[in-house]
Structures are given as C-alpha cells and as structure tokens.
Nanobody, 124 residues
C-alpha cells in the first residue's frame, strides 16, 4: 500500500514559480510510474506530467511543456513538479498519483494511488 502527500502549493502572481513535492510512504515507489494531475473548479481532472520509474522517461501536457519540470528522487521516495512562468489558467488542485507500469500513462483511471491534493492559485 502506498500513501502520497503533496505539499508546496499556495498563492502566487502570474509569472511566478512554485515547486510541488509529493512524499510517498508505506511502500517504496521506486518501481512505480508517478504522475501529476490537476483539477480546476467545474472541470475534469487532467494529466499534467508523468515520469518513469527510472526518471529517464517523461511526458507533459502540451500547455505546460517548457514551463513545468517533473523529477523524482527515489532515494527520498519523493516526486517533484517545478512550475515556472505560471499563468492564471494553472490554478487548480494538484494531485500526485502512482501506478505500477512500464510506461508513463496519461489517463487518471490507470493510477492506483492518489494524494489528497494541494491548492495552487495564480493571480493575474
């Protein structure tokens, strides 16, 4: 069983940066694909970024590519999302998720474990 807890969310002005972290416990996630998803009010949860177990493979939602960077530290059982050049459209609750998979998956339904989420608000 894997427990995930996100941190690092907050209020930031447009153009600013935030770094989200996701700490895993209960079981090592070094062999899991990890992903970040987000959900804005009135919208469906959407894929933001994902990373393979080794960190060599990554995938991004097109609108965040070049602004967001996903990374992981398997020794610390921690996932990160560096978010730069934030825009108001990035405002959402951000969730980390884990799944035992050989490749990065973009469908939220494929993930088995989820954190409670952290709020990111970008003001204009």
């Amino acid at each position: 069983q894997v427990q995930l807890v996100e941190s690092g969310g907050g209020l930031v002005q447009a153009g600013g940066s935030l770094r989200l972290s996701c700490a895993a416990s209960g079981s090592t996630v070094s062999s899991y694909v990890l992903g970040w998803f987000r959900q804005a009010p009135g919208k469906e949860r959407e894929f933001v970024a994902g990373i393979s177990w080794s960190g060599d493979g990554t995938a991004y939602k097109e609108s965040v590519r070049g602004r967001f960077t996903i990374s992981r530290d398997n020794a610390k059982n921690t996932l990160y999302l560096q978010m730069n050049s934030l825009i108001p459209e990035d405002t959402a609750v951000y969730y980390c998720a884990a799944v035992s998979s050989r490749r990065v998956l973009a469908s939220s339904g494929a993930y088995d474990y989820w954190g409670p989420g952290t709020q990111v608000t970008v003001s204009s």
